[in-house]
């Protein structure tokens, strides 16, 4: 399809319409792949239609457009529920919040133009078998968006789409989240693979074989590793309150639901004798530290588990002579007492803080508890009842690094507390806990999670949803769980294929400046 035996306007338009036709489709099928559609499959073909856009196309930055379309469809499809938030709890114009949400797509959709566009320039220079470039870089680009902009965001990555494998996905514990992107990837390009080089047989199976035997051997092993971590017997039990409450409430409503409501959902939690109470993050009408009474009452509901209590506030400290907030996870053992606190080291840009503020000047943060809050500086570990434990904070559970730190520091089990009240029944709960699943698998720990609208899940090291609640409803999680130690692969190798991905892009783009082809090829046969 190079436009031979067309006239040149009829070329042309075919050319145009496939550049914009093509990541279109690729945009869908890959948000069809998420939550809640959910369809994983199609995550194995979602990048077919890019890759041959980006055959078809001469000019690397028609294919960085390309890209940016595809991803721009896909996050705006997967993450429509942002601009209603932005403007209902941010305090923006409905236009304005639109508008942001627009930049924010086009950013995140960029780091898959930016994929296609290193790709388009490596073939240009140095022939069409520089599609296979593709892979690493992909796998670059999503690595490099858990990080910018603004601390990153790695929403969604195209491993995610595997979630609901679980044997084939075992394998995160020795490759991360990261490893599976490669592999979906890998099986994109070795379908397109199979189509450009098929007058060439052995060539053109090569990345398919290669496709096949990776399944072939996580398969192998997930089978294995659910066997074994299936038929772990947990010693412990928790009970996980999700009240419900909404910031939209009248003060003295959510107060009581805050306060004599969890202590009612606690009573009735009391006949599954759990061993740990957890309390989810929640807008909070009172502060742990500034409120006695609450922080006897607290002491108390610690003193009937043997574990203690768990539970969210914001926390106050000082910071070189300024009174400075923090999103905090508190830590109370079985006597009633105070054994530690994790500050929230990641937060949420716009929803805890406003980066760029004299730009954004005109909006401000989703939690209106303190306006700002303060980043913590430590990852902080506790120990109950000589176990040791550690605390994700909303989508803090999102970052791979985040987790994987706090297990290299000795944490045996990982408690996320989060409120995805303000989305609402959208996606986002669902893509949310899809996400915090990996994590339990790349440490092979128990995730407890607490959410304070839902959905509240005991997460088994293998991935598995031991007990779930439903959404936007008062309910209690009570499940099993055990704390565990030693470290995965994964864990005592943090981010090797990632930055192996890096490091092979980086060279093939230097490497490519060294010639180029007679002409660039846009044609796959």
Not at 139 to 152: H, I, M, N, T
Not at 424 to 451: F, V
Request: net charge positive; proline share 5%; with cysteine.
């Amino acid at each position: 399809m190079s436009g031979e035996g067309f006239p040149h306007s009829d070329a042309a338009s075919l050319r145009t319409a496939i550049v914009l036709l093509l990541p279109i489709l690729s945009g869908m099928l890959a948000w069809a792949s998420f939550p809640k559609v959910s369809q994983g499959y199609l995550a194995w073909i979602a990048l077919v239609p890019l890759l041959v856009c980006i055959l078809r196309i001469r000019t690397p930055m028609a294919a960085f457009c390309g890209g940016t379309a595809a991803g721009i469809v896909q996050f705006g499809a997967s993450m429509y529920w942002i601009p209603a938030v932005v403007a209902t709890y941010g305090g923006a114009p409905s236009p304005v919040a639109f508008i942001l949400f627009l930049l924010m797509v086009a950013i995140l959709g960029s780091f898959a133009g930016l994929a296609c566009m290193v790709t388009r320039h490596a073939m240009n220079r140095r022939g069409r078998a520089l599609l296979l470039v593709f892979i690493p870089a992909w796998v670059s680009l999503e690595y490099a968006r858990s990080y910018l902009p603004f601390g990153g965001f790695p929403w969604l990555l195209t491993g995610y789409s595997l979630s609901e494998y679980a044997r084939l996905i075992q394998a995160a514990d020795l490759v991360g989240v990261y490893g599976f992107s490669f592999l979906v990837v890998l099986a994109n390009v070795a379908l397109v693979w199979l189509v450009m080089y098929r007058d060439r047989k052995w060539l053109a199976v090569v990345p398919a074989v290669v496709t096949a035997t990776l399944v072939a051997l996580c398969l192998a092993y997930g089978s294995a590793a659910l066997r074994g971590w299936d038929a772990l017997q947990p010693d412990y039990r928790v009970a996980m309150l999700q009240g419900n409450l909404s910031i939209d409430e009248p003060q003295s409503q959510l107060k009581w639901k805050y306060i004599q409501g969890y202590l009612g959902m606690a009573d009735k939690a009391a006949a599954a004798k759990p061993d740990l109470l957890v309390l989810p993050e929640a807008p909070a009408p009172v502060i742990y530290q500034f409120d006695a009474d609450y922080r006897e009452t607290l002491s108390a509901l610690a003193r009937r588990y043997p574990l203690g209590l768990i539970f969210n506030n914001i926390s106050y400290r000082e910071v070189e002579g300024t009174q400075r907030y923090c999103n905090s996870a508190f830590f109370l053992d079985g006597r009633g007492a105070e054994v530690g606190r994790y500050d929230k080291i990641h937060l949420v840009p716009f929803g805890e803080y406003i980066p760029l503020q004299k730009i954004f000047f005109f909006s401000q943060t989703i939690s209106r508890d303190v306006g700002n809050f303060y980043p913590g500086g430590r990852y902080q570990t506790v120990a109950l009842q000589g176990r040791v434990l550690s605390a994700l904070i909303c989508f803090e559970a999102v970052f791979p690094e985040l987790s994987r730190e706090f297990v290299r520091r000795g944490s045996q089990l990982i408690v996320n507390l989060t409120n995805d009240a303000w989305y609402g029944d959208s996606s986002a709960p669902y893509q949310h806990l899809t996400m915090a699943r990996w994590r339990a698998i790349e440490s092979r720990r128990y995730l407890l999670r607490a959410a304070n609208s839902g959905i509240s899940a005991v997460i088994t090291p293998g991935g598995r949803i031991e007990s779930q609640t439903a959404l936007l409803r008062q309910d209690i999680a009570v499940g099993r769980f055990a704390f565990l130690a030693g470290e995965t692969f994964y864990i005592r190798h943090p981010g090797y294929l990632p930055i192996l991905c890096v490091i092979i892009t980086l060279l093939i783009v230097f490497v490519s400046f060294g010639r180029r082809v007679t002409k660039p090829e846009a044609s796959a046969s």
